[in-house]
């Protein structure tokens, strides 16, 4: 056990998007390194836009991506007495100060600033109000040392320095009495024992206001590591123009978490040109140190990429049961049908999702194959009422189904009628199939069975033209 502790701390007002879940499985992966601790904390004090559904939702996603925390989740919500303690302290201590300046009147300042070319920041009006008033108020951290500066070194991008003046006497507390987040990550980060923030570059602006009050509240500082962000293929901010970027929506889409987590880690970490990890190499070589500085870019072929890699090569039964609600949503019931692992191994080489390959599993649970029109065209002709009735015969002969008797009765069919192997095999797999891709032909006829073989040729039967 080391004693690094890093947190992911989500704000439950959405669900998980692959930006956030890209700075989770980061935190996952240096404490499962450093044998350290990974704490989960749910950001809920913005009490109108945090939902339970987005709670559900978050802990929803990081249980598919298997990533599990070690301590949490903790809710902010319930830790409102400690905030209202440590506001009362800063009081206490003249760090911080009740402003009683209405939403008007900073309005108007701030449009003035504008206006004059200032930067709209809080002109200090009651930063050095004497005496208490019942007003309604907000509480302010007093900004400390205005001619000074702070800086930090930040693990991915280095020693960044902000001059006091740049900052504003922040708001920590809300009229209604709620703390705002900069002053609530600052206490929990410091309460929780956390000594690493790794976190998305949008709080870097964030941090040196944080650090002001880590030192007010008398905590240590820790170290951070801001995480760049995620950009679409046009290089902006990745977004919903972009296609999904909800990680949910990718298991919806039948990818395995396995290829999510390989691709996520990559979109900002490598390790020489290795694009393949598995999550236990991902835990043996992960650093931080090695998250580049620059924004990555989405790539939706690489995922589906990485993710044919991973169905190809799944255990087809721990594929089994990912694949059965992708099956039942298809209307497709696998009992009484084939085999569905072997119907899943004759899959496995051209499914790059688990939709696709609930899709190419449709023709083997169907009572009769749907023909495709280029199929039913080139097929069911009466040109080939002869061949179909003697490959009906020599199948249902044919008295076990493996692949040496089925090439003999193939073959008795080849010789009997003078035909070519492809001039046999194609015509009999699409009465099998209705056109649909799938694997050769002998396995083919060894997952469906003689029943169904010698069924779905009469069917053919039936319906030539
Ligand atoms: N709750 C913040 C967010 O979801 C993250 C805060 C942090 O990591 O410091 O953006």
């Known amino acids: 056990m080391s004693d690094l502790r890093v947190r992911f701390a989500p704000s439950p007002t959405g669900y998980l998007h692959i930006g956030g879940a890209r700075t989770a499985l980061f935190n996952y992966l240096l404490a499962k390194k450093e044998q350290g601790t990974f704490v989960l904390r749910i950001e809920d004090t ?12 978050i802990l929803d996603a990081m249980s598919w991506l298997g990533l599990s925390c070690d301590e949490g989740p903790f809710y902010q919500t319930e830790r409102f007495d400690l905030y209202r303690q ?6 206490d201590e003249g760090k911080a100060y009740p402003c009683y300046c209405t939403a008007e009147e900073l309005d108007a300042k701030r449009e003035e600033a504008t206006k004059e070319g200032r930067k709209p920041k809080y002109d200090g009006t009651c930063r050095n109000l004497s005496g208490q ?21 930040d693990r991915i991008k280095g020693a960044i320095t902000v001059r006091n003046e740049e900052l504003d006497d922040l708001i920590i507390q809300r009229t209604d009495g709620t703390p705002t987040y900069n002053l609530v990550v600052v206490i929990d980060d410091a309460e929780m024992g956390i000594n690493l923030v790794i976190r998305g570059d949008d709080h870097i602006n964030n941090t040196p206001r944080q650090i002001h009050l880590y030192r007010a509240l008398g905590y240590e500082v820790p170290q951070f590591a801001h995480v760049p962000m995620i950009l679409g293929d046009d290089k902006t901010r990745l977004s919903k123009r972009h296609g999904a970027t909800s990680v949910m929506a990718y298991q919806e889409q039948g990818l395995l978490p396995e290829a999510l987590i390989n691709y996520l880690v990559r979109l900002g970490w490598s390790y020489g040109d290795e694009e393949i990890f598995s999550l236990d190499e991902l835990v043996e070589k992960f650093s931080i140190d090695a998250v580049g500085r620059s924004a990555g870019v989405f790539n939706p072929d690489k995922l589906l990429w990485l993710n044919s890699h991973y169905i190809k090569t799944s255990d087809p039964a721990a594929l089994a049961k990912l694949l059965l609600p992708f099956l039942t949503r298809q209307g497709i019931d696998p009992s009484g049908g084939p085999d569905l692992i ?10 790059s999702t688990l939709v696709q390959m609930a899709e190419g599993a449709a ?19 009466e040109d080939n009422r002869t061949l179909f009735g003697e490959l009906k015969s020599a199948l249902e002969a044919c008295s076990s189904y493996d692949e040496a008797n089925l090439e003999s009765a193939l ?4 010789e009997k ?3 070519k192997f492809g001039k046999v095999a194609q015509p009999l797999r699409a009465a099998l199939t209705g056109g649909a891709p799938s694997p050769g032909i002998y396995e083919l006829l ?7 073989v010698v069924n779905r040729i009469d069917n053919a039967l039936n319906r030539l033209n």
């Not at 073959?411 to 080849?414: G, H, K, R, T």
């Open 46 to 57: 913005d009490i109108e836009r945090s939902t339970q559904e987005s709670v559900d939702a």
């Open 86 to 91: 440590k506001v009362q302290q800063l009081l």
């Open 133 to 153: 008033s019942d007003a309604p108020h907000v509480v302010r951290f007093k900004l400390p040392d205005p001619d000074g500066e702070i800086g930090f070194v």
């Open 342 to 351: 072997a119907v899943i191994q004759g899959l496995q080489e051209r499914s």
């Open 363 to 381: 023709f083997y649970y169907a009572d009769q194959p749907e023909f495709n029109d280029k199929a039913a065209a080139k097929f069911l002709i």
């Open 411 to 414: 073959n008795s069919v080849i």
């Open 417 to 419: 009628l003078g035909l």
């Open 446 to 452: 060894e997952v469906l069975g003689q029943q169904r």
